[in-house]
């Protein structure tokens, strides 16, 4: 990859021009644009060649991209995968402008959505069944969604992309991915419709599990979180009851549910060791506990171990997506009944990216589509 002109995007936006120009003039070393994260709280607008797709692999104009609390943390503490500086951004959908040989389920001209990351299929892990925890997933995942254009790799296009169908807005094509997690913690905690869930936490994933769990017909769904316009938004978006964490009655609230036996499963999504605590303090005896936020590196969590037999718990910690966590997704957003695009309260431009982590520090926005 060659970089020349430089834009600093934080703290302030830089002023780039945004002309846009067919593909073959960028490939000849034009003015595409692609983020990177140089080091936490740095962002830049570099310009970029894209290459020329190699055998199996597509060439995408990116249509929409989308932030992600991922990507909030790593703009703050770095990543203990991903080494700076690094394109950045892994929530996509687009256009194909150019096809690697040997590709032929995809052309010029389709409208895509894809996952950021495939496993390979031959190893340990993908033979039994396990393929989120294949080490290519990982090790090979795509970043450099926030640009003009995506290289998506082989083992990605091969598993892992599909055709747009044209009804779906783009915008909501690319919540492919954060979905197919949703998808794959909810199918190992099994809810049922009668059910009451407790989901902790009133972020981007908290909400998308509420809509996934009402879009399945499950009958009570509650969202303890904290914030104002948060705790807004979880209520518009159709939870049955907003619990304000900050408060002192919360948790009479949550010993509440299900008339005083507590909440049958807990989805914790804040990612923090207290939220850890809650969902295993709150959850009823027999319930189920999904663990889905990932917290900071170095913390443990101490568990009564005379509640977890005596209860009968069941701790789950999911960790992010199969390929057919990732087509289950893909039959949801075309599907209709989610409409997770609501999700989606705030639109910006590609130069305006440094703006947007403002903003997503401040909590002023779920997810943000920034649109080349
Ligand atoms: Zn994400
Ligand atoms: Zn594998």
Redesign the pocket.
Known sequence: MTTSRVSELTPSPGAVDRDSHEYQAHARGSHSRQAMLIEPGRLELREFSPPHPGPGALMLEIKCALSCGTDLKTYRRGHPVWKLPTPFGHEFSGVVVEVGSGVNQFKVGDAIMAAPTA?????????RGQ?NL????MDQMVMGAYADYLLLPPHIVARNAFKKPPSLPFEEAALLEPLACVVHAQEMARPEKNETVLIVGAGPFGLLHMMALKAAGVHTVVIAGRGESRLKWADELGADQVIDAAKSEAQSAVGMLNGGYGPDLVIECTGQLAGWGDAFARVRRGGRVVFFGGCPANTALSVDTRRMHYDNLTLLAPFHFRPRDVQRAFELLCGGSLNAGRLINARRSLSELGEVFAMLERGAMLKCAVIP
């Open positions: 496993p390979c299929g031959a190893c340990f892990y993908c033979d393929e294949c080490a290519q997933a």
